[in-house]
């Protein structure tokens, strides 16, 4: 049985919104497929672009007023292979005072990847933060979820990048610029667990940064926003899950290793 469509939906903090991602197939030439596990075949068929065809799926999203039924349709202007309403490792889709959204996305080929800021009133785009190589882009490495955040009062947004060479974070404005690099070294960035935006500090883990224990072991860090006073909180040799309470203050550290159980212990988020 095919398995059911089901649209990502975000509400909005002021719950009078919802964004919506949608995939455009129309005109999209048809791939037939053959079923041959029952006694008399069944065909099927998916729209499904083949390459050199002008018409493709156009990833797009929607900005629902909840009150008014007003459909606000949002295609980027750099037509991307897939466009993103998920979110990171921490929610900041919706910016904080609702009237902002924050789409990530790929080109075709994935060579290019970026995100973008838009007004929720108007569709305004802005790109604030953005990558392109040669070969692939990645905007995440390939353990763990989206690597972004965007601060509530909109002014840094927090972007992983291997532009050096290696898997780390990079702060931007508002409007794009780069301010500074978070973190460097030969070690990489994994995710970002939280944000502490009155110390402006960035909490994240971290793989290969500690000399002789195993490479892909997280770890959980703490960067200033200008990225200084770099610290590790979780010193055990072993791999580290986390999770943040909701006011930052404390964390649930659940580390293991391949030959020893989960050990759950409660931390506190100044000093580990």
Same mark, same amino acid.
């Given at each position: 049985?095919?398995?059911?469509?089901?649209?990502?939906?975000?509400?909005?903090?002021?719950?009078?919104?919802?964004?919506?991602?949608?995939?455009?197939?129309?005109?999209?030439?048809?791939?037939? @497929?053959?079923?041959?596990?029952?006694?008399?075949? /069944?065909?099927?068929?998916?729209?499904?672009?083949?390459?050199? $065809?002008?018409?493709?799926?156009?990833?797009?999203?929607?900005?629902? +007023?909840?009150?008014? =039924?007003?459909?606000?349709?949002?295609?980027?202007?750099?037509?991307?292979?897939?466009?993103?309403?998920?979110?990171?490792?921490?929610?900041?889709?919706?910016?904080?005072?609702?009237?902002?959204?924050?789409?990530?996305?790929?080109?075709?080929? *994935? =060579?290019?990847?970026?995100?973008?800021?838009? $007004?929720?009133? *108007?569709?305004?785009?802005?790109?604030?933060?953005? +990558?392109?190589?040669?070969?692939?882009?990645?905007?995440?490495?390939?353990?763990?979820? +989206?690597?972004? @955040?965007?601060? =509530?009062?909109?002014?840094?947004?927090?972007?992983?990048?291997?532009? +050096?060479?290696?898997?780390?974070?990079?702060?931007?404005?508002?409007?794009?610029?780069?301010?500074?690099?978070?973190?460097?070294?030969?070690?990489?960035?994994?995710?970002? /667990?939280?944000? $502490?935006?009155?110390? /402006?500090? !960035?909490?994240?883990?971290?793989?290969?940064?500690?000399?002789?224990?195993?490479?892909?072991?997280?770890?959980? @860090?703490?960067?200033? @926003? $200008?990225?200084?006073?770099?610290?590790?909180?979780?010193?055990?040799?072993?791999?580290? !899950?986390?999770?943040? *309470?909701?006011?930052? /203050?404390?964390?649930?550290?659940?580390?293991?290793?391949?030959?020893?159980?989960?050990?759950? !212990?409660?931390?506190?988020?100044?000093?580990?």
């Amino acid at each position: 049985r095919p398995t059911p469509q089901r649209p990502q939906i975000r509400w909005s903090p002021d719950s009078k919104k919802l964004l919506v991602s949608r995939q455009d197939e129309r005109g999209v030439g048809q791939m037939p @497929y053959i079923a041959f596990t029952n006694q008399r075949p /069944k065909l099927y068929t998916q729209p499904y672009a083949l390459p050199g $065809d002008s018409i493709v799926p156009l990833p797009t999203a929607h900005i629902i +007023d909840v009150d008014s =039924k007003i459909n606000l349709e949002i295609r980027l202007a750099s037509r991307p292979l897939t466009l993103s309403t998920s979110g990171s490792s921490i929610d900041s889709v919706w910016a904080e005072g609702s009237d902002r959204v924050f789409l990530t996305a790929l080109s075709r080929g *994935s =060579k290019r990847a970026w995100l973008t800021a838009v $007004d929720a009133a *108007s569709g305004a785009q802005t790109t604030v933060a953005a +990558d392109s190589f040669a070969t692939f882009a990645e905007i995440s490495p390939p353990t763990d979820p +989206d690597s972004w @955040y965007t601060t =509530k009062d909109g002014q840094d947004a927090f972007w992983w990048s291997e532009r +050096d060479g290696w898997g780390h974070f990079y702060r931007f404005d508002r409007q794009g610029a780069l301010k500074n690099q978070l973190t460097t070294g030969p070690w990489f960035g994994s995710a970002i /667990k939280y944000v $502490d935006e009155v110390a /402006k500090q !960035v909490y994240f883990t971290a793989r290969g940064r500690e000399a002789g224990q195993f490479w892909y072991y997280a770890k959980l @860090y703490r960067v200033n @926003y $200008d990225g200084s006073a770099l610290t590790l909180l979780t010193p055990e040799d072993g791999h580290h !899950v986390i999770d943040f *309470s909701p006011s930052g /203050k404390f964390f649930v550290d659940t580390w293991s290793r391949i030959e020893k159980p989960p050990v759950t !212990v409660l931390r506190g988020a100044p000093d580990g």
